[in-house]
């Protein structure tokens, strides 16, 4: 399993399950400029449970945002979608989750393959700020801007790397994610489990409206986090999070395996 002060290289976490679970995987993305460390403990509940579970790095993530500017939005995808395959192909379900921008690589991954189920916390496809609406001009003139900083942030930290910029390049990158993922909403068939901070200053609440728009009622199941800020995979409504997609996973193979023997 992963350690927290691996060098960025070794910090995709991996682990081959056990029990009545191995059967059943699970690929988790993490955020924009973040790295495997904001779902880890997510990661290593599900292990516990026996789940089969791979949280990827993703390209220009957990080294400088130097980095992140040289990669497009389709590097990260990919990176995500072949650890999804690997999964898949090691697993009778395999299931994607994701935080933040990870919600949309993962919404993207369920739009393209046969998911089981997607589990998302506080996924994003929208922006608080207007001035992204400009952001292919913008980007040409200012090269880089702040990070978004919370008032209330999680109390637990996990960051790796140079972020204490954000390139505005790799913000169009996040832009055109976003629109790609939105645009294959309605191809996720999959049932949509979602957690959402009540406070959350970095994903507006649109994100969630678009994803209710497109999954029918019937398959979305929203919980909302009450006690927590964005990074809620460390924040104080974890719990909820772990034990309810643990139950997630657990109802949705079966309702898999099930629909294939009859």
Request: charged share 15%; with cysteine.
């Amino acid at each position: 399993m992963t350690e927290r002060n691996q060098p960025a290289t070794q910090l995709a976490f991996h682990y081959p399950g056990h029990g009545p679970n191995a059967s059943i995987g699970v690929a988790i993305c993490h955020g924009f400029t973040g790295s495997p460390l904001t779902v880890l403990p997510w990661a290593e509940y599900l292990a516990k449970q026996g789940f089969a579970v791979s949280a990827p790095l993703l390209p220009g993530h957990g080294t400088s945002w130097q980095d992140l500017a040289s990669t497009r939005w389709q590097d990260w995808y990919r990176a995500f979608e072949q650890s999804y395959v690997e999964l898949a192909g090691k697993t009778k379900s395999c299931f994607v989750a994701g935080l933040s921008m990870g919600g949309a690589v993962a919404l993207q991954v369920a739009s393209r393959h046969d998911v089981p189920g997607v589990v998302l916390v506080n996924p994003g496809l929208s922006f608080y700020d207007p001035r992204v609406r400009y952001i292919g001009a913008l980007k040409y003139v200012m090269r880089t801007t702040t990070p978004i900083v919370e008032d209330n942030p999680s109390p637990a930290t996990a960051e790796t790397g140079d972020y204490s910029k954000t390139s505005l390049q790799s913000v169009h990158e996040l832009k055109k994610l976003f629109r790609a993922a939105t645009r294959g909403l309605p191809n996720v068939v999959a049932p949509v489990l979602v957690f959402k901070s009540s406070v959350d200053e970095v994903i507006p609440p649109s994100s969630l409206a678009t994803i209710s728009k497109h999954v029918d009622s019937s398959r979305l199941k929203v919980v909302t986090l009450p006690r927590s800020a964005h990074v809620a995979t460390l924040d104080v409504d974890a719990p909820t999070i772990f034990e309810e997609s643990a139950g997630f996973f657990r109802q949705h193979a079966g309702d898999r395996v099930a629909s294939e023997s009859s």
